[in-house]
């Protein structure tokens, strides 16, 4: 079958099937005019990798289970993803952690807003907006769901673990979250300015962003009635970027 007709008959986009060919997860044959063609076998793979993505296994792991899944017994199969679902949980456990923390700081520091006395003059350091640093006991400049020190978005694999249903959602989400944003290039970051109370549910949208592409890198800054969410990637990964967080049309 065409490209056309496997895109069609898998649910997965022609875009990412040629991109699973370049990563060696799907190989397909070619015609005397170049088309790619694919056995029937290859729907059938798709699920699998389809089922792998779901449980957050990156496209190493995937190609690596691959291999068990074509050539071992459906014993071996479940070994192995037993061990790779293990890590998963701890990674996630690990991840919630990090996010409650992070999440009970932004607490502190809007308890902190809210007990400031409401001025008539113009906003200036007598207001105490910065003393918001102070109320969060941590770093305003918060990298989601990871140390602020880590740099791992770097070494991550650029794909992402969604299902094309869900990155549908997973775009809506962010159009709805993010209409109104301001958007500059700030080097190599995409920074997206919003009002300060919208700053909770961007760091639960980048957590669950970054637990299906962890080559994106979020921080948010906090900078008195706004909040500023950067994001970042690496250079292969731009267009996505661009893509995920386009305006409304």
Do not use: N
Request: proline letters at 6%; charged letters at 25%; glycine letters at 10%.
């Amino acid at each position: 079958m065409l490209i056309s007709e496997l895109a069609k008959r898998s649910g997965v986009p022609a875009t990412t099937l040629r991109f699973y060919e370049s990563a060696g997860l799907l190989r397909a044959g070619r015609t005397a005019s170049g088309y790619r063609v694919y056995g029937p076998e290859a729907v059938e793979r798709l699920a699998f990798i389809g089922a792998a993505k779901q449980l957050g296994l990156p496209l190493e792991e995937i190609a690596e289970l691959l291999g068990v899944w074509q050539e071992g017994a459906c014993a071996e199969v479940k070994a192995d993803l037993r061990l790779r679902i293990a890590a998963r949980i701890r990674e996630a456990e690990e991840h919630g952690a990090r996010l409650a923390e992070f999440t009970a700081s932004l607490r502190r520091a809007r308890q902190h807003l809210d007990e400031l006395p409401d001025r008539a003059g113009r906003c200036d350091p007598q207001c105490g907006f910065l003393d918001v640093r102070q109320a969060s006991t941590g770093p305003v400049d918060v990298a989601l769901g990871r140390p602020a020190a880590a740099e791992r978005w770097r070494d991550a694999p650029v794909t992402c673990s969604l299902s094309a249903d869900g990155l549908t959602e997973r775009g809506r989400a962010w159009r709805e979250l993010i209409g109104g944003a301001a958007r500059e290039q700030v080097g190599s970051r995409l920074r997206l300015t919003l009002p300060a109370g919208q700053a909770g549910a961007c760091a639960e949208l980048a957590a669950a962003e970054q637990e299906c592409c962890p080559f994106l890198d979020f921080r948010l800054l906090f900078d008195g009635p706004v909040v500023h969410l950067e994001v970042r990637a690496p250079a292969e990964a731009a267009g996505l970027i661009a893509e995920l967080f386009e305006p409304a049309p």
